[in-house]
């Protein structure tokens, strides 16, 4: 996750773990193995925070908002790693190898839309929120915030193209509920 290293070779992944080539080789396979391998760590590491992220008994609007917020904190968090380099490691990877793309989406991608999926499943069944395709929903919603932290904090853009994450994040908040509250 060291970001200094673009897409680290088995070697610096071998060096990283204290272990030989051979040895991840004998372990994993290739370098695409290994890759998957970590991101599947990542995704157990989360799994708690995924349930709960999951769940809720807000109102739908509190509710949403309470989302987007526990959202920006998490992907910006001040830690050794921060879930927005999680995401940003897992889509790079997996869009430049058709190996671990799959991985990516089974371990890192997916598993946060089937938890905000199943937190808008909960305000449908309530009546808060219309019905509708809620994966759908939920790619709405979290698209453009990955894509807002991804530009600010992995592609240079608080230096060359400043956005205001939380103004950004109110925005979007009002725009997916004005598309999706319940009459």
Known sequence: ????????????????AGVTVPTLRHYFGGRAEVVSAILEAYRAAGE??????????????????????????????????????????????????EQIGPASLKYIVDPSIEALKIRLDRHVERGEMIATDTRAAALMLLSPLLIGVLHQHHMGGAQCAPVDLDRTATEICDAFLRAYKAP
């Open 1 to 16: 996750m060291r970001r200094e290293i673009a897409r680290p070779s088995l070697r610096q992944l071998a060096d990283a």
């Open 48 to 97: 708690a925070r995924l349930r709960a992220l999951a769940e809720t008994t807000a109102p739908f609007e509190e509710s949403i908002r309470t989302y987007v917020t526990s959202l920006l904190i998490a992907v910006q968090a001040p830690r050794e790693v921060k879930l927005g380099d999680v995401f940003a490691v897992s889509i790079a990877e997996g869009l430049l190898d």
